[in-house]
T-cell receptor
Framework: DAKTTQPPSMDCAEGRAANLPCNHS???????VYWYRQIHSQGPQYIIH???NNETNEMASLIITEDRKSSTLILPHATLRDTAVYYC?????????FGQGTILTVHP | DAMVIQNPRYQVTQFGKPVTLSCSQT?????MYWYQQKSSQAPKLLFH???????NEADTPDNFQSRRPNTSFCFLDIRSPGLGDAAMYLC?????????????FGEGSRLTVL
C-alpha cells in the first residue's frame, strides 16, 4: 500500500466547504485512492475512491492531481455531523492499511 | 437496516478468559475482515477470509483465531486475552467476486479486559 500523509487536524465552519488534503507520493499506477471516515465510537464508513480522474458522489468530491501524488477530499457543505476522523488510503486491493488520518472538527 | 452486525457491542472479560466475538452480514459478500482498533489509534488488520480461504497478517499474534462456518458469519476468538488486547474489534466485508477497497464495516465490539 502507498504511504499517505495527512494533517493531524483541521477545522471547518458549518456550511462551508471542507477540503482535506492527502499526500501519496509513492502511490503506484494501479493503486486507487480511498477515503473513509470514522465518527466517534462507530465503524469506518466508505466515502469515495478514485484512480486518476476526479470523482463525485452524494457525499463528497475527490480531486486527484495529474501526477497522482496528492488528492483532496471535498465536503461541499460541511455539517456538524461531518465531525470525524478522515482516512486517506492507497491500495490496489482490499487490504486497507489505515494511517492516523485527519480529525475534522466542524463548528457552528 | 444494518448490513454488517457485530455482537456483542460490549464485552467484558477477565485476564486469560477466552472470548468470542461474532459478525454476521446480509450482503452476501465473500470477503470478510477483522480489524483491531486500540484507543486513539487507527484500525489494524488482523486477518481476512476470501471465501473459505483464511489469510493471516504476519504480525497477528497466535492468541487471535478466526472461524468462518458459512458466507454470512465470521467469528473472532481470543484464546487468552491480555490487558493489551483491550480494543474495539471491527468486522468488515467487501464485494463479491474480487478484492475491492470499498469495505462495509460493522459498528464494532468493544472488549474490556479486567
Amino acid at each position: 500500500d502507498a504511504k499517505t500523509t495527512q494533517p493531524p487536524s483541521m477545522d471547518c465552519a458549518e456550511g462551508r466547504a471542507a477540503n482535506l488534503p492527502c499526500n501519496h507520493s509513492t502511490i503506484s499506477g494501479n493503486e486507487y485512492v480511498y477515503w473513509y471516515r470514522q465518527i466517534h465510537s462507530q465503524g469506518p464508513q466508505y466515502i469515495i475512491h478514485g484512480l486518476k480522474n476526479n470523482e463525485t458522489n452524494e457525499m463528497a468530491s475527490l480531486i486527484i492531481t495529474e501526477d497522482r501524488k496528492s488528492s483532496t477530499l471535498i465536503l461541499p457543505h460541511a455539517t456538524l455531523r461531518d465531525t470525524a476522523v478522515y482516512y486517506c488510503i492507497g491500495t490496489s486491493y482490499g487490504k486497507l492499511t489505515f494511517g492516523q488520518g485527519t480529525i475534522l472538527t466542524v463548528h457552528p | 437496516d444494518a448490513m454488517v452486525i457485530q455482537n456483542p457491542r460490549y464485552q467484558v472479560t477477565q485476564f486469560g478468559k477466552p472470548v468470542t466475538l461474532s459478525c454476521s452480514q446480509t450482503l452476501n459478500h465473500n470477503v470478510m475482515y477483522w480489524y483491531q482498533q486500540k484507543s486513539s489509534q487507527a484500525p489494524k488488520l488482523l486477518f481476512h477470509y476470501y471465501d473459505k480461504d483464511f489469510n493471516n497478517e504476519a504480525d497477528t499474534p497466535d492468541n487471535f483465531q478466526s472461524r468462518r462456518p458459512n458466507t454470512s458469519f465470521c467469528f473472532l476468538d481470543i484464546r487468552s486475552p491480555g490487558l493489551g488486547d483491550a480494543a474495539m474489534y471491527l468486522c468488515a466485508t467487501s464485494a463479491q467476486g474480487a478484492y475491492t477497497g470499498e469495505l462495509f464495516f460493522g459498528e464494532g465490539s468493544r472488549l474490556t479486559v479486567l
